[in-house]
């Protein structure tokens, strides 16, 4: 199943979506996490605190630096001031560097005008806010009351501080864009910048008990679906890389592959124009590079 709603997902696991991301919030006995921290000012703290009826959000657990993942945690700590961040060592260095963040919040600056947002915060007071509280390691589990427990696994490969967060007791994985985009049937597409590091990454994943996988801006997958998309993102990512060395042999310049793969996307709708298209436009190119710096399959 696909599911693109606010809703249950399992016995502790809820869906909260804002019009760019999808989220799980995870229920335990004594604390409640939230994977990722969406787009600054887009919505994502109300909808967080309808799911959570009165109870604290005790963690904010970080797939990735990308900036929609983490503009909204300065949101998030302004309506639960207790709330700490987990995240990667590497994730940690990153956001400790100022012009990253900078960059990072001008992004999200032009993604919530894009909604007709513009009341934020500024940059200063934005940057601030963004610390990491607690690194967490490959197979560190968080215990959040009861038989829930988030589990963490490195899933390199979109980016280098890639983590994934694996709740045993539901069959259930948030691992941000670690393993592509899925818009349907025969829009499944790659999204890696370090090739070698997301093919091990999908390996790493199929061997998971898995049946719930979050899709990270796209809703939630369930059932047999999940298992089918970890197969075919495999499948189709190490077909683009035989395609874009194929066309490349045949003299076609890292220009003009990029073009008719970028009007490609276009037409399916993985890169429309909007708020968006610079990231697209950016990872296919760094998607071209890494298949480029790659060994020949």
């Known amino acids: 199943m696909w599911i693109k709603s606010n809703s249950q997902i399992s016995d502790n696991i809820f869906q909260v979506m804002t019009p760019v991301s999808s989220h799980f ?6 604390k409640c996490g939230l994977i990722d921290a969406g787009v600054l000012g887009l919505g994502l703290v109300p909808a967080v605190q309808e799911f959570l009826e009165g109870r604290s959000l005790d963690y904010v657990f970080l797939t990735h630096c990308d900036a929609d993942h983490i503009g909204g945690i300065f949101d998030l700590k302004i309506a639960f001031p207790n709330l700490k961040v987990v995240a990667g060592k ?4 990153r956001l400790a560097n100022q012009d990253f963040l900078k ?10 005008q894009s909604f007709e947002i513009s009341n934020l915060v500024v940059g200063k007071e934005w940057m601030q806010s963004i610390e990491v509280d607690l690194i967490v390691e490959e197979g560190e589990m968080f215990n959040l009351g009861g038989q829930v427990n988030v589990k963490a696994f490195s899933f390199a490969g979109h980016t280098k501080e890639q983590v994934g967060y694996y709740i045993p007791s539901d069959k259930a994985l948030a691992a941000g864009e670690a393993f592509g985009f899925f818009g349907g049937r025969d829009k499944e597409f790659p999204s890696f910048r370090f090739y070698e590091d997301y093919v091990a990454s999908l390996n790493k994943v199929a061997k998971l008990d898995l049946n719930i996988l979050s899709l990270a801006h796209n809703g939630v997958l369930t059932g047999e679906m999940v298992t089918k998309f970890i197969h075919k993102s495999l499948s189709v990512t190490q077909s683009f890389k035989e395609q874009v060395q194929e066309r490349l042999k045949a003299g076609e310049t890292q220009d003009e592959i990029f073009n008719t793969i970028l009007q490609e996307w276009r037409s399916l709708e993985i890169a429309p124009e909007g708020p968006f298209v610079a990231e697209q436009k950016s990872l296919l190119k760094e ?3 890494a298949v480029i710096n790659s060994p020949a399959i």
Do not use: F, P, S, T
């Open 103 to 112: 960059a990072a919040y001008a992004r999200n600056w032009i993604i919530a």
């Open 90 to 93: 590497l994730a940690k260095e």
């Open 25 to 30: 919030l995870i229920y335990g006995v004594d």
């Open 287 to 289: 998607m071209l590079a």
